[in-house]
């Protein structure tokens, strides 16, 4: 029974929708903070417990704690970024998700062959700036939140550009889709092998959702105003009904083609982050193999999960009522890294 489990997470990114949707559930809730962020979570009341830790090097510290408390673990964009894909994959507690795929994820190039395999279609990448043929956005690999991307039209524009950022930094050059980015959260269910789209957000990225507001006259007179892509909050969006067919079709081929290369595949919360063209040809240029924080507008269910269930029903729910679902037919197994179903109820 969920009143035997406790959902715990790292107090950041979606954690307040993660631990609002397990309670909702019958869950116990621990949130782990960084000692002073905690505020939020004792606030809004989501956290039956917080555990505070000097820094994320420390979490490894409370894990013993956590598995006396038949703590399952839900994994974040904080969670990832914060403890590192290798540290994550050495973790004891039940863990919701399946790890084989963080590798997947992390790998750009991993990722495009993920969404090539499935048919869909990925910005062009060039290997080789001489090779620019078109306008391209230029990506600095650990660059984290966006910030110092630039966008060059041609060969020569590249070169005088790179020029300002220091030698040895990882990039990627990817075809620049002029379109608008959309961002589609899923949940998939490998206990009732249903996918379900849960909503979609845009973002509201700093600075370059001002430049906008800043003609270009003036652009000009500010002399050097490069765009930046750091996410600072996300808005609510639905999108034109005729879409989602396809939406749906590349949601389910994305999962298809995971259960070849990590099998059991990918499940539980994604997103395909994408850009949509006039001519509404879809470009998908990342995967979030886990909850997004795109999903936090939908704290009491989005449009899309109204329809679908009735009551209130977020993403970080969502995710409780499916370990409830596990619970109840006794298939945590499928559900969790590190299970070892002792006492299912
Ligand atoms: P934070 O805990 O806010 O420092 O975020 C850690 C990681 O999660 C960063 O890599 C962020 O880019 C990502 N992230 C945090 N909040 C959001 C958001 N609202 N939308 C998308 N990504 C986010
Ligand atoms: P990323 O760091 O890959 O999540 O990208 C940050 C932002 O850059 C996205 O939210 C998009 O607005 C934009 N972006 C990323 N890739 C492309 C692309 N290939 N074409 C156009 N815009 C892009």
């Known amino acids: ?46 956290a039956d417990e917080i555990i505070s830790v000097d820094s994320y090097d420390d979490f490894e510290k409370c894990q013993d ?25 050495k973790l004891r507690i039940p863990y919701f998700g399946n790890k084989k795929i963080l590798k997947f994820e992390a790998d750009r190039n991993l990722q495009r062959v993920w969404l090539k395999n499935s048919g869909i ?4 990448v060039f290997s080789d700036y001489r090779r620019i043929d078109r ?23 590249f070169k005088r550009k790179i020029k300002d950022y220091p030698k040895g930094h990882n990039y990627v050059i990817q075809e620049y889709i002029v379109g608008v980015p959309v961002y589609a959260h899923y ?31 003036d652009q000009l007179v500010l002399k050097k105003v490069d765009p930046s892509y750091v996410i600072i ?6 999108v034109r009904e005729s879409i989602l067919p ?24 994604f997103s395909l982050e994408m850009i949509i063209k006039p001519d509404v040809e879809i470009y998908v240029f990342e995967i979030s193999a886990r909850i997004v924080a795109g999903t ?16 209130p029903m977020s993403t970080g729910r969502r995710i409780a009522r499916e370990i409830k679902n596990a619970i109840k037919k006794n298939q945590l197994k499928k559900i969790l890294h590190n299970h070892d179903n002792p006492k299912d109820d």
Not at 14 to 30: P, R, V, Y
Not at 76 to 89: D, K, L, N, T
Not at 142 to 152: K, L, M, N, Q, S
């Open 135 to 157: 306008p391209v956005i230029v990506k600095f690999h650990g660059a984290r939140g966006g910030f110092g991307y630039f966008i060059a039209k041609d060969p020569d524009d």
């Open 187 to 217: 949940f998939y269910s490998p206990i009732t092998d249903e996918l379900e789209i849960m909503s979609f957000d845009k973002r509201y990225e700093s600075n370059v959702d001002s430049l906008g507001r800043i003609s270009a006259r």
């Open 246 to 269: 396809e939406l749906f079709r590349i949601g389910r081929n994305v999962v298809e083609e995971s259960k070849k290369f990590a099998p059991p595949g990918l499940f539980g919360p």
């Open 233 to 238: 909050g996300n808005m609510p969006l639905v």
């Open 1 to 46: 029974m969920a009143r035997n489990y406790k959902i715990a997470t790292i107090g950041s990114h979606s954690a307040l929708q993660i631990l609002k949707g397990a309670k909702d559930e019958g869950f116990g809730t621990i949130a782990i903070c960084i000692r002073g962020t905690e505020e939020p979570y004792r606030s809004f009341k989501v």
């Open 65 to 89: 704690k956590l598995l006396r408390e038949n703590a399952i673990l839900i994994p974040h964009a904080s969670f990832i970024a914060y403890m590192g894909h290798e540290r994550v994959q």
């Open 121 to 124: 279609n990925v910005p062009k």
């Open 296 to 311: 936090n507008p939908y704290v009491q269910g989005s449009p899309y999960s109204w329809l679908r269930y009735h009551e």
